[in-house]
């Protein structure tokens, strides 16, 4: 099982995580020589000496990461007030399916339940979703009222989950739930739900838009090169 270390510990007794409710991640900003900001992670900021920010909540530090890259939160004027709260849904979409997630597998025989994509276990319209298959069919049904309509179902040239040409925090959120690798070398998808590659994979067959969208991450160069080197912290 998961315990904390004693430097986390020392670190929570002498109170430096207590605005976070004594919990991690912690990001800070910091002054930089070269740069005007730099964002570090906890352990880094010792190195440094005047904080600009410290911000706790994954969701806020990703909220505020994106934000510091136009594309990734749409356009920062007031135009671009309602492709920003697209973005924004869809990533309280993937937020909900992992807190389902997160409910369903404690259950007895919950793991079995989320990962059976047979009719029997499909919800009504107006129930709550039941199985992963459940949860990617009403996530495709997001992406296409958020989206740009296609002509058809066919492949799109503008794989993101907003229709344009570039990634979003949308598609990272997508990408982060069910395409990142377990690790490089087993080359098993989709860590965030135990490992369940085939589950996972089984569920995605019926949501087009959903598997181009972690299709087309996936191969971005700044993606292949970080799962190749990044720590495995998932097995």
Not at 75 to 97: M, P, Q, T, V
Request: charged share 30%.
């Amino acid at each position: 099982g998961f315990s904390y270390g004693p430097e986390f510990r020392r670190d929570v007794e002498r109170g430096a995580f207590a605005g976070n409710f004594h919990k991690l991640p912690l990001l800070q900003v910091v002054e930089d020589k070269k740069k005007s900001t730099s964002l570090l992670s906890q352990h880094q900021h010792q190195q440094q000496t005047t904080a600009l920010m410290t911000l706790g909540q994954s969701h806020a530090i990703a909220r505020f990461v994106a934000n510091q890259h136009e594309s990734l939160m749409g356009n920062l004027d007031d135009a671009g007030a309602f492709e920003r709260s697209k973005i924004d849904a869809i990533y309280e979409n993937c937020r909900d399916i992992k807190s389902s997630w997160y409910r369903t597998k404690k259950k007895e025989d919950g793991k079995r339940i989320w990962f059976d994509c047979s009719m029997d276990t499909c919800y009504n319209a107006g129930d709550e979703p039941v199985s992963l298959k459940d949860h990617l069919d009403l996530l495709e049904k997001s992406l296409e009222m958020y989206g740009k309509k296609r002509p058809n179902s066919s492949s799109s040239s503008e794989p993101w989950c907003l229709g344009g040409s570039k990634p979003t925090l949308a598609d990272i959120a997508i990408y982060d739930m069910l395409g990142t690798p377990v690790s490089p070398i087993s080359g098993s998808t989709c860590s965030f739900f135990d490992g369940e590659r085939d589950g996972v994979l089984q569920a995605l067959k019926e949501v087009p838009r959903v598997r181009e969208c972690i299709e087309a991450f996936s191969e971005l160069e700044a993606v292949k090169r970080w799962e190749t080197k990044r720590p495995d912290t998932f097995t």
